[in-house]
């Protein structure tokens, strides 16, 4: 099992007034594809391993 932990990101919240919308945008799409890179590894990995 791998863990990613990152930090608070407190989504919805503002910083200094400003949005930080896009800032969560590109985390949240950062995640994403490195959730879809490992389940793709663990995927073949269990295929060749059958």
Sequence with gaps: M???HTSDWHFG???M???????HK???SWVY???KKENNL???DY????
């Design 2 to 4: 791998k863990v990613l």
């Design 13 to 15: 919240q503002k910083f």
């Design 17 to 23: 007034g400003k949005s930080r919308e896009e800032e």
């Design 26 to 28: 590109a985390f949240l």
């Design 33 to 35: 594809e490195i959730i």
């Design 42 to 44: 663990k995927y073949n």
């Design 47 to 50: 295929k060749t391993n059958r």
